[in-house]
């Protein structure tokens, strides 16, 4: 992201006196946003000759073959590219390289991980500054020949840690802190730094940075980037509610031979290729699970949106008052922080024009309201389309059930039911119900069946769903069900629900999985189906279950496939590697049971990730003939396993294993296993303090 310090460090490299031994010609060429190939073959061919208006005339070809010939010539060459974003400039400088043994070089610095990629498969990513270094840093630069007073160090500290590591922060509040020993003025700093770093009236503020990578997003990316700052500064932001929320909002245009939510997640993955949006948490199988909005890009965000009436956040002014509601010509959606959110009901507001209403908070607390203020929200907002109040402890009323414009509702409560005045919400496309109460499943009363719009449904307990008016007419056009009970996977409820590409089922897996009841045998209905969970409640059974041999045949498109307290025997297992589509395998909590496994050569195809957890595994036997393109293994709470296989050694893709909680013996086979394959990541939890515990 911008101000991490690559144009930086890459000074320092060109500067350190080693790289005169090196290379007969360092030449620095800065690219930008604005470059011209031209351009930069002119600024390259600066080095060699003092004739330049001699080439003004010749084209890029020309010129290329013309720094070639010089290089082929002289010594070794380093060519520094500064600022690069796109990765035709890479293509076109590799053209000017002549094929020798020479050892000719190109450093690059980019913002944008794509362009990065493309140059070398193994780029150097910057890290953030811890806040020890921030604080380096700071000192360095305000005092640059003493040292902090003592009566600055706290808050010089304070003031590092709100940098949120990044160099550029420090060094832009350094410049306000310089020459300013007293007391007050660092005090007004400490307050304000965030703020200070978006200056627009600081020509040195880091606007300008964040600025230009803004400036290069296409017009519908701008708004999608802007809005991600509707959540509080900290937030580590689940990738699929950003998406929801996006296409809730109408930020997302539809396109032809994609979905909604396949672009969606095409803009999020630029964002944060870009180094817009920081990657927190991925999936298993890669993807993004969680990310967030760095401090200076979230009040960049922040100042921008609120300049082009994106959002309105409600927060007490300096006066401890509640800002009023901002006109329906301006402003059409509210966010506000939950600690305010009693006195912001107390003035009984009512603002129709109105679409979205958020209150997100970090803390798992939730915030308790009275029947009358949970109407007041309903009250106040009759035609909102957005409802996400997931921290306060919801509750339906009369008013709720006229809200009939709603498309995306998160909310938690102590459900036992969802009532069947939720069938009349014919816009809403995602329902979002979170359950305290203790019952074992949520009985969803209302016809979903009917409401053409939902797309997904997400519940915290199994939801019991009634079964479709008719089986004939217009499906459903579900995508995800997260998740539902085993008993209602019947025939008629799945081939409505035919659209589904995720299904998690959790409960008595007994009776679905017996294929003469019907149970799992209707899993054939979905044709769609990529992400299938099957997480069984029973702790002890009273006979065996097995692995119905049509699974494979049932579940053929699945991709991603879940298997929790199954307590399939391991010689069931060889089922799953005939699934041609499978990419991710997560066995957990005794999916499998038994001491060893020998999977057969040959399937699993199309295995990339392979987790299993808490497993009474002691022998396992795996190479690159039962797991040919495997690239990350993960091990958790398998203390009895022996040894990693080392023949997974030899699989050319494999790239990463995680280790968590596991035996001495598996650390050590998988550590084998690492000597043997460079650029390989072995991640060991918890890490180990002295490698003498190991032996």
Same mark, same amino acid.
């Given at each position: ?19 005169? #031994? ?50 082929? %010539? ?27 043994? %020479? ?22 990513? /910057? ?9 380096? /840093? ?27 590591? +990044? ?39 880091? !606007? ?8 290069? !997003? ?8 802007? #809005? ?23 930020? @997302? ?23 817009? +949006? ?125 809200? #009939? ?18 069938? %009349?919400?014919?816009? /809403? ?14 009985? +969803? ?70 294929? #003469? ?41 699945? %991709?991603?496939?879940? /298997? ?28 499998? @049971? ?34 040919? @393109? ?53 991640? @060991? ?11």
């Amino acid at each position: 992201m911008p101000g991490l310090g690559k144009t930086t460090l890459a000074r320092k490299i060109v500067n350190d006196s080693r790289l005169s #031994y090196e290379f007969f010609s360092v030449i620095w060429v800065f690219v930008g946003q604005t470059y011209k190939i031209k351009d930069i073959f002119l600024n390259i061919l600066k080095v060699f000759t003092k004739r330049l208006e001699d080439y003004q005339g010749d084209d890029v070809d020309k010129l290329a073959k013309v720094i070639s010939g010089f290089m082929n %010539k002289g010594g070794r060459c380093l060519i520094v590219l500064d600022d690069v974003w796109a990765e035709d400039v890479i293509d076109a400088v590799k053209k000017v390289f002549p094929e020798n043994q %020479k050892g000719h070089r190109i450093m690059m610095t980019t913002r944008e991980s794509t362009v990065a990629m493309y140059a070398n498969k193994y780029p150097h990513n /910057l890290k953030f500054l811890t806040r020890a270094e921030s604080f380096e /840093l700071l000192v360095k630069r305000v005092f640059p020949k003493e040292s902090c007073p003592s009566e600055l160090v706290g808050l010089g500290t304070s003031i590092a840690g709100k940098c949120s590591g +990044v160099p550029l922060a420090v060094v832009v509040i350094a410049g306000a802190l310089r020459g300013r020993p007293n007391t007050n003025d660092w005090q007004r700093v400490e307050r304000n730094v965030v703020k200070h770093l978006i200056n627009k009236d600081d020509p040195k503020s880091c !606007l300008k940075f964040v600025g230009m990578s803004y400036d290069r !997003l296409p017009q519908e990316m701008q708004t999608c980037f802007l #809005y991600a700052s509707v959540f509080p500064r900290g937030f580590d932001i689940p990738s699929w509610k950003l998406i929801r929320l996006w296409i809730a909002e109408g930020l @997302i245009k539809p396109q032809q031979a994609y979905t909604l939510e396949e672009i969606a997640e095409f803009y999020l993955n630029d964002l944060v290729n870009r180094n817009l +949006v920081i990657l927190m948490q991925k999936k298993s199988d890669g993807q993004i699970k969680t990310c967030r909005l760095h401090d200076m890009l979230h009040e960049f965000c922040r100042t921008e949106a609120n300049n082009k009436w994106l959002f309105q956040e409600m927060h007490l002014t300096s006066d401890q008052a509640i800002p009023s509601i901002q006109d329906k010509d301006t402003c059409r959606r509210l966010c506000i922080q939950p600690s305010i959110l009693n006195k912001f009901l107390l003035e009984k507001p009512y603002a129709e024009h109105v679409r979205s209403f958020y209150c997100f908070s970090s803390e798992q607390k939730q915030i308790e309201l009275s029947p009358n203020e949970i109407k007041l929200i309903h009250k106040a907002f009759p035609l909102i389309r957005v409802l996400d109040v997931e921290s306060l402890k919801f509750l339906f009323s009369k008013e709720f059930n006229q809200l #009939y414009h709603l498309r995306y509702v998160a909310i938690s409560g102590d459900f036992k039911a969802l009532p069947p005045t939720f069938g %009349k919400f014919w816009n /809403l496309q995602t329902l979002v119900l979170n359950t305290s109460t203790s019952e074992s499943t949520l009985d +969803v009363k209302a016809d979903i069946w009917s409401m053409l719009q939902l797309r997904h449904l997400h519940t915290s307990i199994p939801a019991k769903l009634p079964p479709p008016a008719t089986t004939t007419g217009r499906t459903s056009c579900l995508q995800t069900l997260s998740m539902v009970a085993p008993e209602s996977c019947k025939k008629d409820v799945l081939a409505k629900a035919c659209n589904l590409r995720k299904l998690s089922i959790r409960g008595q897996m007994a009776a679905f999985l017996d294929t #003469y009841k019907g149970g799992i045998s209707n899993l054939e209905e979905l044709k769609c189906l990529e992400h299938l969970k099957l997480l069984n409640d029973v702790l002890y059974m009273n006979k065996a279950v097995h692995l119905p041999a049509a699974f494979f045949r049932l579940v053929r498109t699945v %991709k991603k496939l879940t /298997l929790a307290n199954t307590r399939f025997s391991w010689s069931d297992a060889s089922r799953l590697a005939q699934l041609e589509s499978l990419e991710v395998l997560k066995l957990k909590e005794n999916a499998f @049971i038994g001491e060893s496994w020998e999977p057969e050569i040959g399937g699993f195809s199309a295995l990339q990730v392979l987790w299993i957890e808490r497993s009474e595994l002691e022998s396992w036997e795996a190479s690159n003939l039962n797991f040919p @393109i495997l690239r990350h293994l993960i091990l958790i709470s398998c203390d009895k396993l022996k040894a990693v296989p080392l023949g997974l050694a030899d699989i050319p893709n494999f790239q990463e294993m995680r280790l968590d909680n596991t035996s001495k013996a598996a650390v050590k086979s998988a550590k084998e296993i690492e000597s043997k394959k460079p650029k390989f990541k072995l991640t @060991i939890f918890p890490p180990e303090t002295d490698s003498k515990d190991t032996q």
